[in-house]
């Protein structure tokens, strides 16, 4: 009932060709084995692609236990895994062939970024300083307009959201690039199966590292 309300029910009658098919096996495993990989993301709770609301398919995570605050470092990871989609198109099919799937995740890993720095105060330069938006810091159309700071700082907010994505990028790629059987075999069983269960997902990333140049610590 919660992934009908949370992205929408199954789109049955949307045909995807098998290159689609394929492309989005691969961004759903990109997502699932940055999250699955990365120590402070939530664990994975289920992978499909199966067409849902506006969605090619669509990666799930959630959390053991209810949670009341969210870390600096597990945002990151959040960025992260946001982008494992994006960098598992770049690294599988090259950078050239991003596709607007990958463009989606962008957009909401920015969103993501921009509440961090302006309504949470998690940004390098602007630690610890809040510049609340009426908006809630997560629509774009009210970035310039009515903004409780000068343009100086906002130039610095966006150096800091910019800073937060390519450091999210920048692991996403280095969890892909070490992980490529992984990457592979978790792309053929959502090819084989379309929808696979976090003990299925476990299973078959049991033998994923955390390269060195994604770990925070």
Do not use: C
Not at 95 to 105: L, V
Not at 144 to 165: C, F, G, M, N, Q
Not at 176 to 198: G, Q, S, W, Y
Request: hydrophobic share 40%.
């Amino acid at each position: 009932a919660f992934e009908k309300v949370a992205i929408g029910p199954e789109r049955k009658t949307k045909v995807m060709n098998e290159a689609e098919k394929e492309l989005t096996a691969y961004h759903e495993a990109g997502h699932a084995l940055v999250g699955h990989v990365l120590p402070d993301s939530d664990p994975v709770h289920k992978v499909t692609i199966i067409p849902r609301g506006g969605t090619g398919g669509v990666t799930w995570f959630l959390p053991p236990e209810d949670k009341n605050y969210t870390s600096l470092i597990e945002f990151k990871d959040v960025l992260a895994r946001a982008l494992g989609g994006r960098m598992a198109e770049k690294v599988r099919y090259g950078s050239d062939r991003i596709t607007t799937g990958a463009g989606n995740d962008l957009r909401k890993a920015t969103e993501i970024a921009r509440d961090m720095v302006i309504e949470q105060g998690m940004g390098r330069k602007l630690r610890d300083q809040v510049f609340h938006e009426d908006a809630g810091g997560l629509v774009f159309e009210r970035i310039v307009h009515d903004r409780p700071y000068s343009e100086d700082t906002a130039k610095l907010i966006d150096e800091e959201v910019a800073d937060l994505i390519q450091e999210a990028s920048r692991r996403a790629e280095a969890v892909i690039v070490a992980n490529p059987r992984a990457l592979d075999a978790l792309a053929k069983a959502l090819l084989e199966e379309e929808t696979l269960e976090e003990t299925r997902v476990v299973e078959l990333l049991k033998d994923t590292k955390l390269p060195q140049e994604a770990a925070l610590y």
